[in-house]
């Protein structure tokens, strides 16, 4: 028997910056596409295409929402870049929400292997969470985010000024990600949310800082979700299932991952990892920027056998991520019996 | 303007060993798919079968041939997946040849983004070459490998044993790659080639032995095709050429790559980098084999065409591979005026 070792020592370091503030001008010297989708073109291609110098600038447009990330759409994305002739130096840019950065991101991965794409993130949710971390992917028949790829941007650009188009109901879903990483990392930063009035120029610039700065934390020590990475499950585990229950349509990501929070919370209280008081501190936060947190369960044990489709599970156990304690910290625990998790469920007014 | 920066300090540099030998045991302790085509399985399947155990073990047949080689095709092994509630832990094996090989790690590389694969392969061509370095993907209507990941498998398992039952044909292209690999890297290599029966087993080991070698080599010092890996598209930007014109459906990846090795060498000799004789050589030893060295080019202008939608081409230009100035030797060139490689292609009995 011979053995030939493989030792890959080529793969060089990733390493790339996040820009918050306004958008710089960007040069290429190669193609560049924008992928982007009917809604943020209207409002804010051409600002875009301002600052863009390059060879040969084309644009996809994708259709809008949710229910078209889909490798179908993928492979839309990917043909037209077949068609333009786009080699292995092109370079894709993303603008618009997590969709479409997911997708530009996936497509990016896939094309000729992988070459390179940038993030312009035009929602609050994208700019603080999903242009961040290189997590690509689309939805399948079988839940969110099930096919996909680690992929790292080549940069990321965030401008706040694209939020002043932004609906009221999606700047709301993207807060609840930043709630999400001031109760696992930094209850000071939660202290911030609680103090200020969070449409407020300066304090969006603040939030988004602190939110990519603790992101970034994350991601750089374990880019592949090995282990601290899964703490940014926290509310998603929950929160997943909800969408899934409501086809997507009910309710924005944001939205449902904020009602999510507040079912690991009381999870947490259940366990004696939280103070009652403290779940209402949160509770509160999200429901005074416009956040739901109450969901109606149907059938509890249909809700509890859905969890066993995420990603998050492994060899058939949930991984329920929860405060440790106290308010700015955090724990995985993939012990909790079934019956202590469907009891907390049932408090949501739900059946068996 | 604020700035982030995200250094991915986590990535793990990656190992895994190509062992040629008897198939060893394999103990699981997750769940294990198999992923092979009908002719393979009935050959080949109950072998492996008895070397498994893992607490679950599925197979999942897909068709046979380089038609096959599709994202659809990919789907179909994801949805099974997803059947199964395969979990990021879970395993795939491929067995089968070059197809089989890259459709699973693609499929590996896409799951939950990305679960664990080892590559069995069944056929010369991807045992000595398909199987080690971690190019994944699948062809569409715009070309041969046009989609795809950089993915790297566990472990690869080369069991000279499978090839008691391949083709004759089949057999010969595989030599067509180890050809590639001598002619390249090692002129003592190409001697012993040329000295030897190469169906004589032992011949066979060490023929495997060696451009596995070779090959481990190439990959460990540039995993993504940087610089160096680009040596081993020897050959083959002419054979997609052919293969494309005549529709995957004329000749095996092997002969094509055949006949593109005498092209490139036409080339190499019209400008002064290989002699006469030398080039003779290469032929010899190809048609000894049982290998085509000779196609009939209807339209110059439109197979010179063809090369730009390689991905080898970047920005226009095309990268030809050739010996420089000796058989062992090599170099890449994008700077050879169109009018000289249309003469040579020309000899090969093309119009215009």
């Known amino acids: 028997m011979v053995v030939v070792p493989i030792e890959l020592t080529s793969s060089e370091p990733i390493h790339y910056d996040i820009t918050i503030g306004t958008l710089p001008n960007l040069k290429f010297d190669r193609k560049v596409a924008i992928i982007t989708n009917p809604t943020v073109s209207s409002l804010h291609l051409e600002k875009l295409l301002e600052k863009i110098d390059a060879p040969q600038c084309e644009v996809v447009t994708i259709p809008d929402g949710e229910t078209f990330k889909t490798l179908t759409t993928v492979e839309s994305i990917l043909t037209a870049l077949f068609e333009a002739k786009f080699d292995r130096k092109s370079l894709l840019i993303a603008l618009g929400g997590g969709v479409i950065g997911d997708m530009t991101g996936f ?47 080549k940069a990321v650009y965030i401008d706040p000024y694209f939020l002043s188009t932004l609906p009221e109901r999606e700047f709301a879903a993207g807060i609840a990600e930043v709630v999400k990483m001031a109760v696992m990392f930094d209850d000071d930063f939660l202290t911030y949310l609680e103090m200020n009035d969070l449409r407020q120029e300066a304090v969006i610039r603040e939030m988004i800082r602190r939110s990519v700065t603790l992101k970034a934390m994350v991601v750089n020590q374990d880019e592949k979700e090995a ?57 509160n936060l999200l ?8 969901y109606v369960i149907r059938d509890i044990k249909h809700f509890y056998e859905h969890f066993f489709l ?22 995985m625990r993939d012990d909790i019996e079934a019956s202590t998790v469907k009891a907390v469920l049932q408090r949501f007014g739900g059946g068996v």
Chains 1, 2 share one sequence.
């Open 107 to 153: 497509a990016a991965s896939l094309y000729q292997r992988g070459i390179d794409f940038i993030q312009v993130p035009t929602t609050l949710l994208s700019q603080v969470d999903a242009s961040v971390g290189g997590k690509t992917g689309v939805n399948t028949a079988y839940g969110k985010n099930l096919i996909g790829a680690f992929y790292q941007p």
């Open 227 to 283: 282990g601290i990475r899964a703490v940014l499950n926290y509310g998603h585990t929950f929160g997943h299932v909800i969408e899934n229950e409501t086809n997507y349509a009910t309710y924005l990501h944001g939205e449902a991952v904020a009602i999510g929070i507040v079912m690991a919370n009381a999870l947490a209280v259940e366990l004696g990892l939280l103070e009652e008081s403290e779940a209402h501190r949160v509770m």
């Open 287 to 294: 429901q005074n920027n416009g956040l739901p947190t109450a």
């Open 310 to 331: 995420d990603k998050k599970s492994n060899r058939g156990k949930i991984k329920f991520v929860l405060p440790n304690g106290a308010l700015g910290t955090h724990v």
